[in-house]
C-alpha cells in the first residue's frame, strides 16, 4: 500500500528488528516504515540505521529516554502523513500475508486490529499457558471496565485510518496504551481479525508491568 505508514516501537531489538525489517520490506514493498528506537541500550539504533541507508522508505526515530511501548507508538504516529495508519510489534510474530489481507478491509472500517484469539480456545494459542492464564483476566478486566468487546486488546498490529486518531494527551504509555486506543474509538467501526502468530521469546513484557497497567486502567477510568 503506497498510503501506509508502519511503526514499529523498538527497544533493545537488535537480535530481531534485522529480521523483521527484512520481512516488512518484502511484504510492503511501497509502505513508509518508522522504526522508533525506545531508549534502546544495545545496537538496536546501528542496525536499523544501517537498514535505512539502503531504502528510503524506512526512517528511524531515536530517542535516549525510555518512551514506553505506547510512548514510543505516538511519536511514530504523529510522524505519518499517510492516509493509513498502524503499528507492528518488533518481534515478526504474524504472519504479514494475512496481515496485508487484513489492512485491505479498511476500505470498510475505520480500524483493523489482529487478534491471537478471536475464535480460539485456551489451548490453541502458541503462548506459554500462565501467559494465556493472565492473558484471558485481564481481558476480562478490561471488558468489565471499559466495555471494549474484543476478544485481544494487546495483539501489537493494529491499523486505522489517519483521520479518526487523536494522539493527543494519552494517559498510558505503556503496554496499556492499545486499550486507551481502542476505548477512544468505540464511536468508530473497529473491526478484529483473527490472524496465526507464534510466541517469539525475548518478549519484553514482563509480569512486573502488570501493576503500571493496573495504575493506568484506574486512572484512565477516572479521567
Same mark, same amino acid.
Given at each position: 500500500?503506497?498510503?501506509?505508514?508502519?511503526?514499529?516501537?523498538?527497544?533493545?531489538?537488535?537480535?530481531?528488528?534485522?529480521?523483521?525489517?527484512?520481512?516488512?520490506?518484502?511484504?510492503?514493498?511501497?509502505?513508509?516504515?518508522?522504526?522508533?528506537?525506545?531508549?534502546?541500550?544495545?545496537?538496536?539504533?546501528?542496525?536499523?540505521?544501517?537498514?535505512?541507508?539502503?531504502?528510503?522508505?524506512?526512517?528511524?526515530?531515536?530517542?535516549?529516554?525510555?518512551?514506553?511501548?505506547?510512548?514510543?507508538?505516538?511519536?511514530?504516529?504523529?510522524?505519518?502523513?499517510?492516509?493509513?495508519?498502524?503499528?507492528?510489534?518488533?518481534?515478526?510474530?504474524?504472519?504479514?500475508?494475512?496481515?496485508?489481507?487484513?489492512?485491505?478491509?479498511?476500505?470498510?472500517?475505520?480500524?483493523?486490529?489482529?487478534?491471537?484469539?478471536?475464535?480460539?480456545?485456551?489451548?490453541?494459542?502458541?503462548?506459554?499457558?500462565?501467559?494465556? +492464564? +493472565?492473558?484471558?483476566?485481564?481481558?476480562?478486566?478490561?471488558?468489565?471496565?471499559?466495555?471494549?468487546?474484543?476478544?485481544?486488546?494487546?495483539?501489537?498490529?493494529?491499523?486505522?485510518?489517519?483521520?479518526?486518531?487523536?494522539?493527543?494527551?494519552?494517559?498510558?504509555?505503556?503496554?496499556?496504551?492499545?486499550?486507551?486506543?481502542?476505548?477512544?474509538?468505540?464511536?468508530?467501526?473497529?473491526?478484529?481479525?483473527?490472524?496465526?502468530?507464534?510466541?517469539?521469546?525475548?518478549?519484553?513484557?514482563?509480569?512486573?508491568?502488570?501493576?503500571?497497567? +493496573?495504575?493506568?486502567?484506574?486512572?484512565?477510568?477516572?479521567?
Amino acid at each position: 500500500m503506497k498510503d501506509l505508514t508502519i511503526v514499529i516501537p523498538a527497544y533493545n531489538e537488535e537480535k530481531r528488528i534485522g529480521k523483521t525489517l527484512k520481512s516488512i520490506k518484502s511484504n510492503f514493498q511501497d509502505s513508509e516504515v518508522i522504526v522508533v528506537s525506545n531508549g534502546s541500550k544495545d545496537k538496536t539504533v546501528e542496525v536499523v540505521g544501517n537498514f535505512c541507508k539502503g531504502d528510503k522508505k524506512f526512517k528511524l526515530l531515536e530517542f535516549n529516554e525510555k518512551l514506553g511501548k505506547g510512548g514510543a507508538v505516538l511519536e511514530g504516529l504523529r510522524k505519518a502523513n499517510t492516509k493509513f495508519v498502524g503499528f507492528l510489534d518488533a518481534d515478526d510474530a504474524f504472519d504479514l500475508n494475512e496481515i496485508k489481507k487484513m489492512i485491505k478491509h479498511l476500505n470498510n472500517y475505520d480500524g483493523v486490529i489482529a487478534s491471537k484469539w478471536k475464535g480460539q480456545n485456551l489451548f490453541n494459542v502458541n503462548e506459554p499457558f500462565v501467559r494465556k +492464564l +493472565l492473558s484471558r483476566v485481564w481481558n476480562s478486566l478490561v471488558k468489565g471496565l471499559f466495555g471494549l468487546k474484543f476478544r485481544d486488546t494487546q495483539a501489537g498490529a493494529k491499523f486505522f485510518r489517519k483521520e479518526v486518531l487523536d494522539l493527543d494527551d494519552f494517559v498510558c504509555k505503556d503496554f496499556s496504551f492499545d486499550i486507551e486506543l481502542l476505548y477512544r474509538l468505540k464511536k468508530f467501526k473497529v473491526k478484529e481479525f483473527y490472524i496465526p502468530s507464534k510466541f517469539q521469546i525475548g518478549s519484553k513484557f514482563s509480569y512486573k508491568h502488570i501493576i503500571s497497567m +493496573l495504575k493506568n486502567m484506574v486512572k484512565l477510568k477516572l479521567r
